[in-house]
């Protein structure tokens, strides 16, 4: 019955705030016990059983509007203060006939203030203390002023004396109950916190295992692609070394050893673009040139062009670039990569009876920038469009293999997706392709490791 209860008239959650919701949940029940002791008693009085001073009534209407109160606000100091209102009530009014200054209900009264201390705050504790010495005063008052007096001949002591043990019980006991309140509140607050920081860890530990898995799955992939790259040059290499070889062995020197020596050359020059290739990826990975810049793309771009000069002029491709006189918080050197990347491969993967035109242009949407890079090439079948974007990965068709290592689209996704964006391709075979990439406008730097010398040195000499 309470849990039902307790969820009717308590909004907030467990999780959100724990140390809130068990004040909201002593105290619903506290009001709710109360007001069931109060609804037997009215039944006791009305059925004749017993006669009670005690204002029944009032204190019910008293405590269902309480309720309703919380309900509506879901406030503890409110409530609480309402709660302890029609307490100080009933026990000021009860104490008149009890005995005045040397009633028990008067003493009663200390609670309120240790209430207040322990579900509202310090400030309604000390207004409650304030009340019950007010109260003590008025009773002692009463009793030394007053022509009728409560004190009885069995009473050994003053007046005075149980007013000076009302105060003093009620500020003592009421002190040490808001400096126990206080540390006890502040450890739990400090516990709830600690106890978020380890789930936040915990999230973050989980985020690393899987990028950890995630790193596993690929390095297995990436030893396998590699290894079965690098066999193809070093194949070639061996081969035309050991036919060059015997041709000096036997002391014979014709044209075709010119030929074997440029194959070996090929294969050499082959071993050194995958070996840069996948230094690359190591930076990738490794955070390297992780600093975001403000930065204009129109110059990103043009430093990239400049780059391709040679290629541009070779193919007689035709750049057309569009509305990129924009600044955003990148990540240079990357987003040059970016382009280089895509722009290059517009290039190489050129239509056989077309001279390449590419179009560069951007759109801003309501949280990033859309950027898109168009070409007149050979196309991406449909079936590969999703694939291209995983390293390793190569597009190959009936009538030709695109040749690459499969490490400079994978690296354009992991630029993107490190300017928390995305990355896709719109693309019709033997027509041409649409490369789309997003980046958000609001990147700021956070606090980044920055590797060493040593393990920039270190991780130059592993590659």
Not at 6 to 25: A, C, G, H, M, T
Not at 106 to 128: D, K, T, Y
Request: aromatic share 12%; hydrophobic share 45%.
């Amino acid at each position: 019955m309470l849990k039902k209860l307790n969820k009717w008239l308590i909004v907030s959650d467990q999780e959100d705030n724990p140390f809130e919701y068990r004040k909201k949940v002593m105290l619903v029940n506290g009001v709710l016990i109360i007001l069931f002791v109060l609804i037997l008693e009215a039944i006791i009085v009305i059925l004749g059983l017993t006669l009670s001073d005690f204002p029944v009534k009032s204190l019910l209407i008293l405590q269902i509007v309480t309720l309703f109160v919380f309900k509506k606000t879901q406030s503890i100091d409110l409530t609480i203060n309402i709660f302890l209102g029609s307490c100080f009530v009933a026990l000021f009014n009860t104490a008149i006939n009890s005995g005045g200054i040397y009633s028990m209900d008067l003493f009663f009264l200390i609670v309120l203030p240790m209430m207040a201390f322990a579900f509202a705050s310090a400030r309604s504790g000390f207004f409650w203390i304030t009340l019950v010495v007010l109260s003590s005063v008025f009773y002692l008052t009463l009793e030394l002023y007053s022509t009728t007096s409560y004190r009885a001949d069995t009473l050994q002591f003053q007046p005075m004396y149980y007013f000076f043990c009302n105060v003093f019980l009620s500020s003592i006991t009421c002190g040490m109950f808001y400096v126990f309140n206080s540390v006890t509140n502040r450890l739990f607050k400090k516990m709830i916190r600690q106890k978020k920081q380890i789930a936040e860890q915990a999230d973050e530990l989980k985020v690393a295992r899987q990028k950890v898995l995630d790193s596993n799955e690929e390095l297995e992939s990436y030893a396998y692609t590699t290894a079965h790259d690098l066999k193809q040059p070093l194949r070639a290499i061996s081969s035309f070394s050991e036919l060059l070889k015997s041709e000096m062995q036997s002391g014979k020197s014709s044209e075709d050893s010119l030929v074997f020596l440029d194959f070996i050359l090929n294969g050499s020059k082959d071993m050194e673009n995958l070996i840069t290739d996948l230094l690359h990826n190591a930076k990738m990975n490794n955070g390297l040139l992780s600093s975001y810049q403000k930065t204009n793309f129109k110059d990103i771009v043009e430093i990239v062009l400049n780059g391709l000069y040679a290629q541009i002029s070779e193919t007689n491709a035709v750049v057309n670039i569009k509305e990129l006189d924009i600044e955003l918080n990148v990540i240079p050197a990357k987003i040059i990569q970016l382009f280089q990347n895509i722009i290059s491969n517009a290039l190489k993967y050129r239509s056989k009876d077309k001279c390449p035109i590419i179009y560069i242009s951007c759109n801003e949407r309501d949280e990033y920038w859309e950027f898109s890079v168009e070409d007149n090439g050979m196309g991406i079948p449909k079936s590969k469009q999703e694939s291209i974007f995983e390293f390793f990965t190569r597009v190959q068709t009936d009538e030709v293999e695109y040749v690459g290592a499969g490490i400079g689209l994978g690296t354009c996704k992991k630029i993107v997706e490190q300017h928390k964006g995305e990355i896709w391709v719109e693309s019709i075979l033997g027509q041409g392709s649409t490369f789309y990439f997003t980046i958000n406008k609001n990147l700021f730097n956070t606090k980044i490791k920055k590797l060493n010398d040593e393990a920039q040195t270190n991780l130059g000499e592993a590659v």
